[in-house]
């Protein structure tokens, strides 16, 4: 099954994203927060980044798992105060990622 190009480049871009945020997890913003968050960010992240190789190789499972990484992080962004415009920049590509995701999703396979 031949993925479409529009997905190709947002995994790319996720990927990188992914690149970014991982570093910030370590910073000294996010222990401010709490003493679990540092482990919360993370476990975001390598969701997210799970996420993003399932989605790679057209898997629903990729999918499922974005739509979940992202509607937790809507919900801990929220709940911690954390609405800067990284929030919602990140936010509209994730809406708009998402969009392409069910637009494509019957093309997904079941299987692992």
Not at 55 to 60: E, N, P, S
Not at 75 to 96: E, N, R
Request: one cysteine or more.
């Amino acid at each position: 099954m031949k993925r479409p190009g529009l997905i190709s480049v947002l995994c790319v871009l996720g990927y990188i994203s992914i690149v970014i945020s991982f570093p910030q997890v370590f910073s000294p913003q996010v222990k401010k927060l709490g003493l679990f968050m540092p482990a919360i960010s993370g476990l975001l992240v390598a969701a997210n980044f799970m996420a993003y190789v399932g989605i790679w190789y057209m898997k629903r499972w990729g999918t499922e798992l974005f739509l979940y990484s992202f509607f937790l992080k809507i919900i801990l962004d929220l709940l911690l105060g954390q609405m800067g415009l990284m929030f919602y920049s990140g936010q509209l590509f994730s809406l708009f990622f998402i969009v392409v995701l069910l637009r494509h999703y019957r093309r997904f396979d079941l299987n692992l």
